[in-house]
């Protein structure tokens, strides 16, 4: 039986307003975190912070020259190399995926997905840096490819899915051969999605830190050789938050600041790229 | 022999099939040349995929194959050493709905089946382009905006650009699926009209689902039912006097 | 069948269009395209790195973890021994904290995320949908690492001074709140874990909510259901398995996460019944000894820790992804690179 209708209204707006709460609870430390992120870490920066390598422990002044430049050169490389296979690997599965060897990349690329980074990172340390007996920039690159690659894989298909069907039609009609079909018709009609899963990859590779810790390793130099270790803002940021200086606290904030300020930009840069579509 | 140039394409016991599955079933179907001819027949009877089979779409679709030949100019597009893609350029064809290459602007739309030969000297396109659009009766509305974006058109004038898209390439043959499918009848209008006047360049083969188009528009008329060829002959014919008694029943309305 | 030809054909003569291309009409040969042969040998082969990284990964793993595999066998799951210096390696406490902070994650985590899911799908004004969709993947690109020094310097301190006391005062009698609170905790590690997921099981619920077809909602409010009820009673129970695989997704990416984890979670190894302490996981562990361990063996028994969380990730990932198809029918939902 069912109750007076006062009574239901009464528990659907109470569970409305529930449902409105945890949502709210939900995002809430998006705030906190931004706005600890400002007031603890916005004083340190100035020029010097981001020209100046880091000075020697428990000493103030220096920077993190050395960590933003690395952060950029690794994070090159990995697109380097995840971003033509990752992307390829979509292009595959779109075009030619509906086979058995498609189902299995796709599950594959899902599973792959969801593995611990820092699993990624100590095979890249066996493969990459044991056998050389040499931590590198490159190495570190390299792991963070391999968290890409299934990234693209699947956002790149599923883009190239919600190009119309018709519209292969039309091209091959008019004589045009697979390939040409699935890049110069499919792949820019679906450019502006495939560019935002892309910037998407690079802003989650731009923040891991567990692959780099046995590859990249750090450096406190600046070194932009890529055949030697190199420091990131994400490993930085590990290293001085977990130290014991003050200094290396406030350095942690400030660090902790420009590299979510880097991801940011690159989060609003992926939804401007899709800007002319609208809705859920 | 006079038969022979004056048949452009003609199918020879062509069947068409998904699986196992028959679809189109041994038809054998000449399109004099210049000539529009139409295909009707109630919904299911094979009609589109007999079309696709003219250009080598079909074999495209999961599971599709067929079987018979096809002839055109002389050449079996079905024989060994013939390429798919080559057939595509010289069949041209329409679809049911618009399909305007949606990050082109309308010049690269039509430009779209050009490129695919290989450069061609600029002046050359652009004047390919103007013909094409002008064949296509859309050119006095889009030359100020060809390099406006082509899905900012209007549905009939959308489609209108596919077709001039099909014919840049200068094809042999035009096929038309259902072209005024989603149009409203202005639009409609156009493209029978459109037609009319490009058969004297091209042959041109159009499947409807509307016999009084069928009856406007084309010169012959193929009745096709359940996968078969049952009748074909000159429209007036057809129409007035068919043959056979499930030709009278479908234009009759008793079914279909 | 009749066939007519007519007699007379009309002899048109008008100018061609400029030809463009090489067709002539006589029969020609034709040109062998080889494009397509190409393109599918080349995106083949990039395509197949995925499996054979996925096999490398596995064999280089438990190749690297035989030595230990070998020398402790099943023992290495239940033992909580882990002394480098007498070469004794037990993963047992760091397999149940692992267990544990999930769990805890989760049990923080669901509600909130399917708060979220509910009020975006469901309640939410269409102006608001966008903003909050935004702000819900901007706490999913927060680095783990920020994610750590937050946990450090913001989360255990409000923890140590005003939660910890509240807590003990209300559940301080049963066995999982009682003992010092030592900041660096079991219950820090499952409260950040629990933020860091949120998104995931958010998005993903959210996804599969939306591929429930509008004529269940529908159905039932034309029975006279309230908005909650209808949801409640309809949408929800279709879209079950659904959210099943993505509360499994959100536990996959708990279990794997290492940053922020081992910044807040103490890394000592103790199994203890009380969330006030000190824990470790397969994550923490790893990222904190793999640059110490100084011998073979040290090592191996790391990696075999790794064999055994890639193993359950990989297992739990497999088993929700499976879930999550069957209501949203083979779409990457879920595989935006959230």
């Known amino acids: ?280 | 022999m006079a038969t022979e140039t004056l048949v452009q394409l003609e199918t020879r016991r062509l069947s068409a099939l998904f699986g196992r599955n028959v679809i189109v079933r041994e038809v054998s179907l000449p399109f004099p040349r210049h000539t529009v001819t139409a295909i009707i027949g109630p919904s299911g009877c094979g009609k589109s995929t007999f079309l696709r089979c003219l250009n080598r779409m079909h074999e495209l679709s999961e599971g599709g194959w067929s079987t018979g030949q096809v002839v055109l100019d002389g050449q079996d597009i079905y024989g060994g050493g013939v390429e798919a893609v080559d057939v595509r350029r010289r069949v041209g064809m329409v679809f049911q709905r618009p399909t305007p290459f949606p990050t082109m602007s309308i010049y690269d739309n039509v430009a779209a089946g050009l490129r695919v030969n290989g450069r061609i000297p600029r002046g050359q396109m652009d004047e390919t382009v103007e013909r094409a659009l002008r064949q296509a009766f859309l050119w006095d509305e889009v030359k100020d905006r060809l390099r406006g974006s082509a899905v900012a058109l209007s549905g009939g004038q959308q489609q209108r650009l596919c077709v001039a898209r099909a014919v840049a390439p200068a094809p042999e043959v035009l096929l038309l699926d259902e072209p005024t499918a989603s149009l409203d009848p202005a639009g409609t209008q156009r493209i029978e009209e459109l037609c009319t006047e490009l058969k004297a360049r091209y042959t041109i083969v159009i499947v409807t689902h509307n016999m009084q188009q069928a009856a406007r528009v084309s010169d012959f008329t193929a009745f096709f039912y359940m996968g078969r060829l049952v009748e074909v002959g000159e429209t007036q014919q057809l129409f007035t006097k068919p043959n056979d008694p499930q030709t009278e029943a479908y234009i009759t309305g008793r079914f279909g | 069948m009749s066939t007519t030809i007519p007699q007379t054909m009309s002899q048109a003569t008008v100018e061609p269009i400029v030809p463009v291309s090489t067709v002539s009409a006589a029969p020609r040969p034709t040109r062998r395209y080889y494009g397509d042969r190409v393109y599918k040998g080349l995106l083949t082969g990039l395509a197949l790195t995925l499996p054979l990284l996925l096999v490398a990964i596995v064999t280089e793993l438990a190749v690297s973890a035989w030595p230990s595999i070998h020398k402790f066998g099943f023992s290495f799951i239940w033992t909580s021994v882990w002394d480098p210096v007498n070469e004794v390696y037990g993963a047992a406490p760091m397999i149940f904290g692992t267990l544990v902070s999930s769990l805890l994650a989760l049990v923080i985590a669901v509600p909130l995320s399917l708060g979220v899911a509910i009020f975006l799908t469901e309640f939410a004004p269409r102006w608001l949908r966008q903003p909050i969709g935004f702000l819900v993947e901007l706490l999913a690109a927060i680095p783990s690492v920020v994610y750590g020094v937050w946990g450090i310097y913001v989360l255990i301190p409000v923890l140590r001074s005003y939660a910890a006391p509240a807590i003990r005062a209300v559940l301080g009698w049963t066995p999982f709140f009682n003992g010092i609170f030592y900041g660096n905790s079991m219950l820090a590690g499952g409260i950040i874990l629990a933020i860091m997921i949120v998104p995931y099981i958010a998005a993903i619920s959210r996804e599969v909510l939306l591929a429930v077809p509008a004529t269940q909602r529908e159905a039932a409010l034309g029975l006279g259901a309230t908005r909650w009820e209808a949801v409640w009673g309809a949408v929800l129970p279709y879209g079950r398995a659904g959210i099943i695989g993505a509360v499994m997704l959100g536990l996959g990416r708990a279990l794997g996460e290492t940053m922020a984890v081992t910044m807040v979670i103490g890394n000592r190894h103790d199994i203890a019944m009380s969330l006030f302490q000190p824990g470790y996981t397969m994550a923490a562990a790893i990222a904190n000894e793999f640059s110490e361990a100084t011998s073979a063996m040290y090592l191996s028994a790391l990696f075999e820790v790794g064999l055994v969380l890639f193993v359950i990730t990989v297992g739990v990932n497999a088993f929700a992804r499976l879930l999550v198809w069957r209501v949203a029918r083979g779409t990457a939902v879920g595989s935006k690179a959230l």
């Open chain 1, 1 to 280: 039986m069912s109750a007076p209708v006062t009574t239901r209204r009464i528990k659907s707006g109470f569970f409305t307003g529930l449902v409105a709460l945890l949502c709210f609870l939900a995002i809430l430390p998006l705030f906190l975190i931004f706005a600890d992120l400002v007031r603890k870490g916005a004083s340190s920066i100035d020029w010097d912070f981001f020209v100046k390598i880091p000075v020697a422990a428990g000493q103030s002044g220096g920077g993190v020259a050395n960590a933003i430049v690395g952060t950029a050169i690794i994070v090159a490389i990995a697109c380097a190399v995840g971003i033509p296979v990752g992307i390829g690997t979509g292009l595959f599965l779109a075009e030619y995926g509906l086979g058995r060897l498609g189902w299995l990349v796709r599950f594959l690329a899902d599973v792959m997905n969801g593995t611990p980074s820092i699993v990624v990172g100590i095979f890249a340390w066996t493969w990459f840096v044991k056998p050389v007996h040499h931590f590198s920039a490159l190495a570190g690159g390299v792991a963070l490819a391999l968290l890409m690659v299934p990234m693209l894989a699947r956002t790149t298909e599923e883009m190239l899915r919600l190009v119309p069907h018709s519209l292969r039609e039309a091209a091959l009609a008019l004589g045009y051969p697979r390939w040409r079909t699935s890049l110069r018709v499919m792949a820019r009609a679906a450019l502006s999605g495939i560019v935002t899963g892309t910037l998407v990859g690079v802003a989650r590779v731009a923040g891991e830190t567990a692959p780099l810790l046995f590859t990249a390793l750090g450096n406190i130099n600046f070194d932009t050789n890529i055949k030697e270790p190199m420091q990131t803002l994400s490993l930085q940021i590990f290293t001085y938050a977990t130290g014991p200086f003050e200094d290396w606290h406030r350095l942690a904030w400030a660090s902790a600041l420009v590299l979510m300020t880097l991801v940011l930009a690159l989060a609003m840069a992926a939804r401007w790229a899709t800007r002319k579509r609208y809705g859920d």
